[in-house]
């Protein structure tokens, strides 16, 4: 069965420094895979998405994720950190039953100045 | 843009009420999903629809329903509703010509049940 998993439940980190966030899957052919993010109180913005071709992805608001077929992940990174990077981050796959996404659990990323 | 709106931000019922929680899309598109979301457990999905008067459950269907008249308004109904319904529900759309799953994602509405 397809899945997705995020290990990482709370990061904290500093204004300025690099970020990763980890996201594993598990599908049995080449996935689709989006990373969105949820400010306070909001809804999901789609960050990025990965369906083919090169496997570094760049998104909104200068973060890039990479596919990595052999490890089965797609990590989420942005090289200096901002303030109002502080949200909660899911990853996704998308199934081939339909147009359905399996979320990650998230991760809920802390930005101290 | 796409636009998916929810009728409500905030909304607040006591135990037995019906309920209805309005979504609607203005990009035509044919797939619509409604999803509750609470804290250590991520998305996870409650109907789904790929057209007018068509659902399908998802995976926490139990205690609500669906309804879908129009394609642009996909609608949750919960019957009777009970505090572990406190939550935050977020609607979502996509189409099939996109050909990679991606949805759009309406602000949420964070339903208190008392």
């Known amino acids: 069965a397809q899945s997705v998993t995020q290990p990482d439940i709370h990061i904290t980190v500093s204004e300025g420094a690099s970020l990763e966030l980890r996201c594993n899957y598990s599908y049995g052919a080449t996935p689709y895979l989006f990373w969105y993010v949820q400010s306070p109180g909001q809804g999901l913005q789609l960050l990025l998405k990965y369906f083919s071709g090169d496997t570094l992805v760049q998104g909104i608001k200068g973060f890039e994720a990479e596919f990595k077929r052999s490890q089965s992940s797609f990590n989420l990174r942005k090289p200096s950190v901002h303030w109002s990077d502080a949200a909660e981050y899911f990853c996704a796959v998308g199934t081939t039953n339909g147009d359905k996404l399996i979320f990650g659990t998230g991760t809920r990323l802390q930005v101290f100045p | 843009d796409v636009k998916v709106t929810q009728s409500s931000r905030y909304l607040v019922k006591r135990t037995g009420e019906k309920v209805f929680l309005e979504c609607v899309q203005d990009?035509?598109?044919?797939?619509m999903f409604w999803y509750r979301q609470d804290p250590g457990l991520g998305l996870r999905l409650i109907y789904f629809?790929?057209?007018?008067?068509?659902?399908e459950k998802g995976d926490i269907p139990e205690g609500y329903s669906v309804s879908r008249e129009k394609k642009e308004r996909f609608s949750l109904i919960l019957e009777s509703a009970s505090t572990n319904q406190t939550s935050m529900y977020l609607c979502?759309?996509?189409?099939?010509?996109?050909?990679?799953?991606?949805?759009?994602f309406g602000p949420g509405t964070r339903l208190t049940v008392l």
């Open positions: 979502a759309s996509s189409s099939w010509t996109s050909g990679n799953n991606e949805q759009f």
């Open positions: 629809s790929y057209d007018v008067k068509m659902k």
């Open positions: 990009m035509d598109h044919e797939n």
